[in-house]
């Protein structure tokens, strides 16, 4: 029987043998050597003593044992490893009966691992005195040896993050973006701030996190596309309105994680970047590790509790965005819209809050093959290669007709013209046909003709929004969405390991 405890924020380094231990003992491993890594700080209880060791020191002692003999893998490498991994590792120290010498073993263990012995009651030792009893005696590496007797995310805490990504292999990331900090109080204000004077900025914050990482219990996670959401309705009629754990943060404060939120077809955690005024919600990210997993769309595939989700920013998009805060709403630049800016919504199409371009990629994936599809953008992807719908599918043209009215309202004032939809109509006459997926775009394109014939010249793409069905033709096009994400995520993956992932 042996206690375990540990000081709150410090991962501990040794564990008392119970007070009802009796007879002789001692830091004897099972090849009778004895342990003298690290801290010679001994804890002792009775005749047991165990001495402190390091973190290096712990993971050689693991990854050396009698199955790993003749590895050729460095130590430092597997310090890394271990480190950007979230592997603690953990000493065993074993006994057959009360008399008996330990027998100690070393092993590596998941962060999470460690996680659930605390939740569970299971505290650790400290200098000041043993605590739980437990049937083995469970020993973590002394907090002294700096950045290599840390987690991913306690050196994430220190402020380590680019020496973090470069140990990972993605040091060409950091030379592209420049090094990353964790966001001043400076743009913390401005993420807060109403956005009625300057909703151009939401576009800039859209910009600010595709250059942002973000940390959760040693997983990183570079954000490749995000589009921003006011909170404000008279700004935005998309707001945050069906999540049921809400990404308002305190006041003045930064919401990073994810949150279950509904999207019409269940619950989806999505992971978002929010103040108390706007909320941006991440598309595609890549997860930064061997895998290189890409994220694409609404959903987030795990869970990233927000209590232990830290964001970091590229320093040079911080003070990019620094200067375009401190411009007067009329010298704020203006670039031509693009329709791939507009982000993936399926309704109110008569409000103009639904064809604001606030969504950004990364620079290297601001291209229609390397970016999230929307309703818009599903058009334009290529017929028969993977991307799960031919061009005379009732989602491929249900999207043309959606782009004709997004480019109606970006480049022509709004009003749509029989000529803007005449290559639309050209091929809609030929390939439409009789059916369920059918009919929404049917209807939709039925009353466009009646409106071009009462109307003669234009119509009002957001006055004709409020009578007919666009998002009935939305949800049409948003069924073809995920195939092609799919399709899409592959090359995204391939560009990025390409140009940012070190062999």
Excluded at 18 to 40: F, L
Excluded at 191 to 209: Q, R, T
Excluded at 442 to 459: P, Q
Aim: include cysteine; proline fraction near 3%; glycine fraction near 6%.
């Amino acid at each position: 029987m042996v206690n375990a405890q540990t000081n709150v924020g410090r991962i501990c380094g040794a564990c008392f043998k119970s007070k009802n231990s009796r007879g002789a003992g001692g830091d004897t491993s099972a090849d009778g050597t004895s342990i003298k890594t690290g801290k010679k700080r001994q804890i002792r209880d009775q005749s047991y003593e165990f001495e402190g060791f390091s973190f290096s020191a712990a993971v050689k002692r693991a990854l050396t044992s009698s199955r790993c003999q003749g590895s050729s893998l460095p130590l430092e490498k597997a310090v890394a490893a271990a480190s950007l991994l979230d592997i603690q590792p953990m000493a065993l120290h074993l006994r057959q009966s009360t008399t008996s010498k330990a027998t100690t073993a070393f092993g590596l263990v998941t962060q999470d691992f460690v996680d659930d012995l605390r939740d569970v009651g299971i505290i650790f030792d400290t200098i000041h005195g043993p605590g739980t009893i437990v049937r083995a005696s469970l020993q973590l590496p002394d907090a002294d040896e700096g950045s290599a007797s840390q987690s991913t995310q306690e050196r994430v805490d220190g402020g380590r993050i680019d020496d973090t990504l470069k140990q990972a292999g993605f040091g060409k990331l950091v030379q592209a973006t420049g090094n990353y900090d964790k966001l001043d109080n400076e743009v913390r204000d401005t993420l807060n701030m109403e956005f009625h004077e300057k909703p151009n900025l939401l576009a800039c914050v859209a910009d600010l996190m595709t250059h942002a990482i973000v940390s959760c219990k040693g997983t990183l996670i570079k954000i490749l596309t995000a589009e921003a959401y006011s909170r404000h309705a008279s700004l935005d009629s998309h707001g945050e309105s069906q999540a049921s754990t809400s990404s308002l943060p305190r006041h003045g404060h930064i919401f990073c994680g994810t949150i279950p939120a509904a999207d019409g077809k269940g619950l989806k955690q999505k992971l978002t970047i929010a103040s108390s005024t706007m909320n941006t919600l991440c598309t595609c990210s890549i997860v930064l590790d061997s895998s290189s997993r890409v994220e694409i769309g609404p959903g987030f595939s795990q869970r990233l509790d927000p209590k232990h989700c830290q964001l970091f920013l590229a320093r040079p998009a911080m003070d990019k965005f620094k200067r375009l805060v401190s411009l007067s709403n009329d010298a704020l630049p203006v670039s031509s819209a693009r329709l791939s800016e507009i982000r993936q919504v399926t309704s109110a199409f008569h409000h103009f809050s639904t064809y604001s371009t606030w969504r950004r990629s990364f620079e290297a994936f601001r291209d229609v093959l390397h970016m999230p599809a929307s309703i818009f953008t599903l058009c334009d992807l290529p017929s028969f290669a993977g991307y799960g719908s031919n061009a005379t599918s009732a989602g491929k043209l249900s999207s043309q007709f959606l782009a004709v009215i997004a480019r109606a309202y970006l480049y022509h004032g709004g009003l749509v013209t029989q000529a803007q939809l005449s290559n639309f109509l050209s091929l809609y006459d030929v390939v439409v046909k009789e059916g369920k997926n059918w009919k929404p775009l049917s209807v939709v394109v039925d009353r466009m003709r009646e409106e071009l014939h009462e109307k003669g010249a234009a119509v009002d793409v957001l006055q004709f929004a409020f009578f007919s069905s666009l998002s009935a033709v939305a949800d049409v096009a948003g069924d073809s969405l995920s195939s092609a994400n799919s399709k899409l995520a592959s090359n995204i993956r391939e560009r990025f390991i390409e140009l940012y992932q070190e062999n």
